[in-house]
């Protein structure tokens, strides 16, 4: 009789482990669908939440929560961002910070803005964003998106055609461009132009008319030959 009953209880026992085992599967793949990698550098993976994203389809854009792990697996930082896909901005609205696995928050009073770079990790961030809402991805992208215009002794210079944004305002528009060196190095550009006016300008200079066989001056006859200007 007592052999009996200490079977049963070890059924007992056997079967509540495999209800937690199983329970404990279940939330780490639940853990690790919420959470989808996006880009990764030399030292740090960025993810992206699946279950925040939400969508204002009148203002056309989205909000999400996103983490960065060291190497180890440590969290470093998780960040509440903002993607604007009619003018293809990106935001930061707050971050949270751990150290020694403590979280420490921070907030602005106004999103920190910034455009959001062809074939960068915000792109990608904002492509997958995209796809999971069915929406329209920022930029097209394709194998062809980068088109030649200039070059010199030192580099070529290719605009990304994809990327050609109408400001809504007087003529106004922004293209990216890119500097591909001799070496294999590149390095990326934002230029704003008035083909009516003819001048251009970036982010951090001011209105200024090109100069003949620059690269500026290319940009800016790259942005008419798209059908939008003088």
Same mark, same amino acid.
């Given at each position: 009789?007592?052999?009996?009953?200490?079977?049963g209880?070890?059924?007992r026992?056997v079967?509540?482990?495999?209800?937690?085992?199983?329970?404990?599967?279940?939330m780490?793949?639940?853990?690790?669908d919420?959470w989808k990698?996006?880009y990764?550098s030399d030292?740090?993976?960025?993810?992206?939440d699946t279950q925040?994203v939400?969508y204002?389809?009148?203002?056309q854009?989205?909000?999400?929560?996103?983490?960065t792990?060291?190497?180890?697996?440590?969290l470093?930082?998780e960040?509440?961002?903002?993607?604007?896909?009619?003018?293809?901005?990106?935001?930061? &609205?707050e971050? !949270?910070t751990?150290?020694?696995?403590?979280p420490r928050?921070?907030?602005?009073?106004?999103? !920190?803005?910034?455009?959001?770079?062809?074939?960068s990790?915000?792109?990608t961030?904002s492509?997958?964003?995209?796809?999971?809402?069915?929406i329209?991805?920022?930029?097209p992208g394709?194998?062809?998106?980068?088109?030649? &215009?200039?070059?010199?002794?030192?580099?070529? &210079?290719y605009?990304a055609?994809?990327?050609?944004?109408?400001?809504?305002?007087?003529?106004?528009y922004?293209?990216?461009?890119?500097r591909v060196?001799?070496?294999?190095?590149?390095s990326?550009i934002?230029?704003?132009c008035?083909?009516?006016?003819?001048?251009i300008?970036?982010?951090y200079?001011?209105?200024?008319s090109?100069?003949?066989d620059s690269?500026e001056?290319? !940009?800016?006859?790259?942005v008419?030959?798209?059908?939008?200007?003088?």
């Open positions: 009789m007592d052999g009996k009953v200490g079977m209880m070890l059924k026992i079967i509540f482990c495999l209800v937690v085992i199983m329970g404990c599967f279940g780490n793949a639940q853990a690790a919420r990698w996006y990764s030292y740090y993976g960025h993810y992206y925040t939400k204002n389809g009148a203002q854009y989205a909000t999400i929560w996103t983490k792990l060291k190497q180890d697996g440590s470093l930082e960040d509440h961002i903002i993607l604007d896909y009619q003018y293809k901005t990106a935001g930061m &609205v971050y !949270v751990y150290q020694n696995g403590y928050r921070h907030s602005f009073s106004k999103p !920190v803005i910034s455009f959001v770079a062809p074939d990790a915000r792109e961030l492509r997958l964003v995209a796809e999971q809402l069915g329209r991805p920022m930029y394709g194998a062809d998106r980068w088109k030649w &215009v200039h070059a010199t002794d030192r580099w070529s &210079v605009v055609k994809d990327t050609l944004i109408d400001l809504g305002k007087e003529n106004l922004s293209i990216w461009a890119k060196y001799l070496n294999g190095g590149e990326k934002q230029y704003f008035d083909p009516t006016r003819d001048i300008r970036t982010r200079s001011k209105w200024r090109t100069v003949p690269d001056e290319a !940009v800016l006859n790259a008419k030959a798209l059908n939008v200007g003088a």
